[in-house]
């Protein structure tokens, strides 16, 4: 670590004290001494590693120095909202190099982080049902900005990497069809539908009918729409209610994106669900966003993001399925899809600044930028995973012998 | 439940008491209620569930009784082994129905085997070794009796269902070398190799050098002499040494089969075991039974086949990468290709039979028979699984996209 004064900058602030200068020196080696600097407000520059930095983080004033010493997370997110907190060089890659730094952490500092995990949170169903709306109606027109013409808000499957945006989505929508072995006049339990894109092609291109469950208004206004204008009012059924207030028994469940807002606390209310849904030759797919391995929220998603979210690591998960005697057939790591599709939103998102800044403002516009950027830096580094598991009841017979007939058409 | 009078049945000891038929009873809950009978020394019959039994087990005297009922699973193992305990109709059909039943048995029931899960078993260098020894080291000449012609002793691929033994070891190898991505000129570590068939394969097929560990006197001597008679002595290193022993860096690692025999208490060693073999853009693959949930290991199998052996469930095997930053990109269940692979198995067992009896005994036949038909029973019933995870240090791009690859030659 290097301290040098930039010339030239003029600040009307004292000068950092020798106290705050070795703590953000402490800072940089909890973080693993990325290949960046930090830039404080009197000019002064403090490297995290030896060497050139390829990326600066001015911090702007005291103020925003000490929230970050204080709680680093969630204080470079409101400090790049607020514009207290500037950036040389470009934003993801920036978040890539912190990252991957984290590697060479302390094994301390990844051990802190964990404790904060051992905490669940109760997402209750008025609560669940708040922190969806907080994120999921923030309006169709904002969404149809960046997302796909289906409005398709999880991460798409790039056969091709080169594939657009659209083609991954349908492709996605039909790898999990695959993977479930739909068969025409067979029923289908949704939950956690979103904008109802795949409850509509599972009715769609495999023939059956489909219950789909989803607590946001918005979302499920805009699904019903669809099913109309697409004909398929009549097999598709979007219901606005809690997951947990399914009924009935069906050929197959799916769930896709949903379980990073079940919350740990209920991973055993999402499996008497699953459990009393299925048929007994009954198959599911649960597709979510992991953890490499367990660690808490990142506090600045949690607040402005992701409200009650929680993302788990495969370990968490897999208790839901063996406490109910339900096999894991298949499990497949798509994280690098979700990099490359968070990347297609993101050149989306800044196509589209301005109307988002229109429709809230500024701030919003840094703020969903960072959420953005800061999640393709996560499925890129591996801090993050996109799991698909794929399950039946232990002892069926489904599912064929092998997964020839998923790639068959390929 | 009912019981009733066989007629014409002689027996000189005294009829079971109100208590053992009691208890006898009881145990028929247990078991979920079977479609079978007791059939007991004096000619009594007690059904443990309405209507006709699909099989029947006959106790045939008082102390196998009493045994049974103190600790069912290792008794009933005992008994067939001494010809304490008969059958009518087939042993795998008998098991199948009493491993079905047990998703009806009450959940106290489970718990309380769960319990026994709790305690894990230490199996330092010297007990791994007798461990090894006392199942592995059975005889070379044995083993061929029954195994494919390259004795390979794991879960075979049936990319068609019908395929013969051979094909389908063949296959398998074949498999793991493709989920690897195996190149010409890489290294690849192996711990447990067996007879040494996938290190051979490997090198013979993928152009890859090998290093392969396994405690096995005997096994190891087999795959030497098989390594020169193929004129890949140079290429594959057969070590005599446990795994934890390993040392270098690798391109690849694989293990199959042998995870089995580590213990739950050492999987943190074999994660470190991992860490440092594997290069940054190393990937390797763990091949292994598991239950479809935790539970203790059966006690007779414990006793008499698999001393010091932990069948895992997924969940407690995941924390091994967890721990290490390796990412888990592929989960594959094979179970109904074991439940084949032991049909296979047991059907050249059985035509053997006359020679096991002369290598050992007559006691041992129905030792090993009881094996290999439990375990077709807890594979088909899926009470055991089998597992392939395909792995890759977190953040890694070693892997392609997707898993289209795999299929493409088929």
Same mark, same amino acid.
């Given at each position: ?28 080696? +909890? ?9 404080? $407000? ?28 204080? /709680? ?34 302390? @094994? ?13 949170? #109760? ?7 708040? /922190? ?7 309006? /169709? ?10 409005? =398709? ?40 539908? *979103? $904008? ?8 769609? !291109? ?31 059924? #979007? +219901? ?13 469940? =799916? ?10 606390? !209920? ?14 030759? *009954?198959?599911?797919?649960? !597709? ?9 929220? /990142? ?24 406490? @109910? ?86």
């Amino acid at each position: 670590m290097t301290a040098s004064r930039e010339r030239g900058v003029e600040s009307t602030e004292t000068a950092p004290s020798a106290f705050e200068r070795w703590l953000l020196q402490r800072l940089c080696g +909890v973080l693993g001494h990325p290949q960046i600097a930090f830039v404080l $407000w009197n000019g002064e520059q403090v490297s995290a590693a030896p060497g050139a930095p390829r990326g600066r983080i001015h911090l702007r004033d005291r103020g925003i120095l000490r929230a970050v010493l204080a /709680n680093p997370e969630r204080a470079f997110g409101e400090g790049y909202m607020d514009g207290r907190i500037g950036l040389d060089g470009d934003l993801m890659d920036l978040l890539v190099l912190v990252f991957r730094a984290s590697d060479r952490a302390p @094994r301390w500092a990844s051990w802190i982080k964990r404790l904060g995990s051992l905490v669940p949170a #109760f997402n209750t169903l008025p609560r669940a049902r708040r /922190n969806v709306h907080h994120h999921y109606d923030l309006g /169709n027109e904002f969404y149809a900005l960046w997302l796909d013409e289906q409005l =398709v808000y999880t991460c798409a499957y790039f056969a091709r990497p080169e594939a657009g945006l659209e083609e991954a989505q349908r492709a996605k929508l039909d790898l999990v069809c695959r993977k479930l072995r739909l068969r025409a006049g067979e029923s289908v339990l949704e939950t956690g539908c *979103g $904008w109802g894109a795949l409850a509509l092609h599972m009715a769609e !291109h495999c023939g059956v009918t489909v219950r789909a469950f989803n607590v946001s208004t918005e979302q499920i206004r805009y699904a019903r729409d669809a099913a109309r204008r697409r004909g398929l009012a009549d097999r598709v059924e #979007f +219901v606005e209610d809690d997951y947990r207030n399914a009924t009935g028994r069906y050929d197959a469940f =799916v769930s896709v994106g949903m379980l990073e807002h079940v919350g740990r606390a !209920h991973y055993p209310a999402l499996g008497r669900v699953i459990d009393r849904a299925l048929e007994r030759h *009954g198959r599911g797919l649960l !597709h979510f966003i992991g953890h490499a391995q367990p660690i808490p929220m /990142n506090p600045w998603l949690s607040r402005y993001i992701f409200p009650g979210a929680y993302i788990p690591a495969l370990s968490e998960v897999l208790p839901l399925f063996e406490a @109910r005697k339900l096999e894991v057939m298949d499990v497949e790591n798509l994280r690098r899809h979700y990099a490359r599709t968070l990347e297609h939103w993101l050149e989306r998102f800044e196509k589209a600044n301005d109307r988002v800044a229109a429709l809230y403002d500024e701030r919003f516009v840094r703020m969903w930028r960072l959420y953005l950027a800061s999640s393709i830096a996560a499925f890129r580094t591996g801090s993050t995973q996109l799991y698909q598991i794929l399950f039946a009841r232990a002892g069926h017979e489904a599912l064929p012998w092998t997964r020839h007939d998923l790639y068959a058409g390929g």
